[in-house]
């Protein structure tokens, strides 16, 4: 099972930037999709944002849309989540997800393994 590790989580003031980074154990990271999930206290973990294995095709969710970016980078075997313009509302643990394909990732119905979690903090 391929083991994934975030990082790059903190606190930030709204309309501000993060990078979170997901670095994954296994060289076989190159034929996952990969995606990020969040979860807000009290509320249950949401999708935001996936990639395919080959980086060609991502999806983001609407709330997200504009002001996130994922990227991967094969070499590093490392998945990406750049948050721009950020709210309140963003404030949550950021998961990072490995499945067999970009819709799997996105509906979260075959994830084949996740992080621990960084915490995103952002204050208005």
């Known amino acids: 099972q391929v083991k994934l590790v975030e990082s790059g989580g903190g606190l930030v003031q709204a309309g501000g930037s993060l990078r979170l980074s997901c670095a994954a154990s296994?060289?076989?990271?190159?034929?996952?999709?990969m995606g990020w999930f969040r979860q807000a206290p009290g509320k249950e973990r949401d999708f935001v944002a996936a990639i395919s294995w080959n980086g060609m095709s991502a999806e983001l969710a609407d709330s997200v849309k504009g002001r996130f970016t994922i990227s991967r980078d094969k070499t590093k075997n490392t998945v990406y989540l750049q948050m721009n313009s950020l709210k309140p509302e963003d404030t949550a643990i950021y998961y990072c997800?490995?499945?067999?394909?970009?819709?799997?990732?996105?509906?979260?119905?075959?994830?084949?393994?996740w992080g621990q979690g960084t915490q995103v903090t952002v204050s208005s």
């Open positions: 296994e060289r076989t990271f190159s034929t996952y999709a």
């Open positions: 997800a490995a499945g067999q394909s970009l819709r799997t990732v996105v509906t979260s119905t075959s994830i084949l393994s």
